[in-house]
């Protein structure tokens, strides 16, 4: 069995095998000649090789030099690179996008620097509350915006921001309620959120057992909408005014205003809001446009319109087939559902189908749901066979 040859071993050998090459090449030149001629062999080898060994030294130093400046000058870039975010008046977060434990709190009144290295992140509550959200690294808690005083340890898995005066926070998989001391408002705990934190608009909060499984509550905990079980709840905020987008379970959606006053019932599909109206889809496939109050103010709206053509039995000279416009147009009410429309602009079938195919001229393959297809004319009625 070999036995094993450790590092000094073999850098030993390694060097005693080029000083005897060198030795080698050194004799070829007279190296060992006792004579004036050797002498000077001697002097010039030596000479030169003093000379390479000090040029490979200043080279090894200036990029030693250069890598420690580099590494330095890096450092104290890091260092100054902060952004601010202001909590309050006199009091900013001072963050370092490369690390963390550079930031820290300032203030502008006494010019001194709070919690240095120990707050990972901050969030202000988006209705100015005195509580800000923060994170140590590991865990979470709250802070005072205005005194810099930590008013809730760091002892939450999740914590979400403060809302109504009330902030969701999360140990372990279960999600529950506090107020600014600390306490849980109530004894009724949730799953915690997936997407988006809880958050109480006007006194309540969109909350969930589990997926699929939404309602909403009062700041007592109580079940408003006749308890949960609804498929999703989402709040929008427009032209000064909070509204709840109601999901049930067939996918139909509803409005609520900030005080659950209906604004729209329950057998609308895909409702969007912006600072103009709400859009909707009826339960007939048309889309509209409301006001706020519920009030249809266009009658027909879409997002997009697409040509529509057909194949023909010509070819060009590169073989490939011919195609012309039909005597139609497909609109589109959102990113999944299209509608037939005529060449001039008028709107022949709902929004209904999730693709539309032209066939001749003045015949069109319309997708539904679950493979089904409908054949229809460009009055968008259904016919029963092709004619070409």
């Known amino acids: 069995m070999k036995g094993k040859v450790s590092f000094k071993m073999f850098f030993t050998i390694l060097g005693r ?14 190296y060992n000649d006792k004579s004036t001629y050797g002498k000077v062999v ?3 080898f030596a000479g030169s090789v003093a000379i390479v060994a000090l040029v490979f030294a200043a080279v090894a130093a200036y990029a030693g030099y250069s890598a420690v400046k580099e590494d330095i000058q890096e450092r104290i870039y890091r260092k100054s690179e902060l952004s601010e975010r202001q909590l309050s008046q006199n009091i900013s977060y001072m963050q370092n996008y490369y690390t963390w434990h550079d930031s820290y709190l300032f203030n502008y009144t006494t010019g001194k620097k709070m919690h240095e290295g120990k707050i990972a992140w901050i969030i202000r509550s988006e209705d100015d509350d005195s509580l800000a959200v923060f994170s140590d690294g590991k865990k ?12 809730i340890p760091a002892e939450y898995d999740h914590a979400w921001i403060f809302s109504d005066d009330v902030a969701c926070v999360q140990k372990g998989n279960v999600a529950s309620f506090i107020d600014h001391q600390g306490n849980q408002i109530c004894d009724k705990q949730f799953a915690p959120p997936v997407y988006r934190g809880y958050v109480f608009y006007k006194g309540y909060c969109a909350v969930s057992l589990k997926e699929n499984d939404w309602g909403l509550i009062d700041k007592d905990g109580s079940w408003m909408l006749d308890g949960h079980g609804y498929e999703n709840i989402r709040h929008e905020f427009h032209a000064g005014k909070h509204y709840w987008v109601i999901t049930a379970q067939d996918g139909k959606e509803g409005v609520l205003t ?15 809001f912006d600072e103009t109206g709400i859009y909707a889809t009826d339960s007939q496939g048309w889309r509209k446009k409301y006001d706020f109050d519920g009030k249809v103010i266009e009658d027909f709206v879409m997002t997009d319109v697409g040509t529509l053509a057909y194949d023909t039995d010509v070819r060009d000279k590169n073989g490939e087939t011919i195609t012309k416009p039909s005597r139609c147009w497909a609109y589109f009410a959102d990113d999944n559902h299209c509608g037939l429309m005529s060449d001039d602009g008028k709107p022949l079938t709902p929004a209904i189908y999730t693709g539309i195919e032209a066939l001749s001229p003045n015949r069109f393959l319309c997708h539904l749901a679950w493979n089904e297809k409908v054949m229809l004319d460009e009055q968008g009625r259904k016919v029963e066979k092709i004619e070409l």
């Open 42 to 44: 001697r002097r010039i």
């Open 258 to 272: 900030e005080i659950l006053g209906r604004t729209m019932e329950m057998w609308y599909s895909n409702i969007d």
């Open 17 to 30: 095998g080029i000083w005897q090459v060198v030795c080698w090449v050194a004799g070829m030149f007279g």
């Open 140 to 151: 979470r808690g709250y802070i005072n915006r205005f005194t810099c005083e930590i008013q």
